[in-house]
Nanobody
Framework: QVQLVESGGGLVQAGGSLRLSCAAS????????MGWYRQAPGKQRELVAT???????NYADSVKGRFTISRDSATNTVYLQMNSLKPEDTAVYYC?????????WGKGTLVTVSS
């Protein structure tokens, strides 16, 4: 069993920055993929960024150049550094872990970007 706990969300003005953290605990396999997804009201949940245990990253086009995903394998923690935030980034951000074909989700943390 895996538990994911997100933190770092909040209210920020457009152009500002936030850093989200997600700490994974439980039965974490060495080989896995962690990432961030977001869901705005009335919209589908969408991928923001992922990072493999080998360090390979993938970003949504909408956040490339602004967001950076990283991980600390020693603590099974994934981070999302969000810079140059825009109002359209407003959403609940969810942490996700995938291992051996099984997906786990955190409860989400709300990011609100005001204009």
């Amino acid at each position: 069993q895996v538990q994911l706990v997100e933190s770092g969300g909040g209210l920020v003005q457009a152009g500002g920055s936030l850093r989200l953290s997600c700490a994974a605990s439980g039965s974490i396999f060495r080989r896995n993929v962690m990432g961030w997804y977001r869901q705005a009201p009335g919209k589908q949940r969408e991928l923001v960024a992922t990072i493999t245990s080998g360090g390979s990253t993938n970003y949504a086009d909408s956040v490339k150049g602004r967001f950076t995903i990283s991980r600390d394998s020693a603590t099974n923690t994934v981070y999302l550094q969000m810079n140059s935030l825009k109002p359209e980034d407003t959403a609940v951000y969810y942490c996700k872990l995938e291992q051996v074909g099984v997906y786990y989700w955190g409860k989400g943390t709300l990011v609100t970007v005001s204009s």
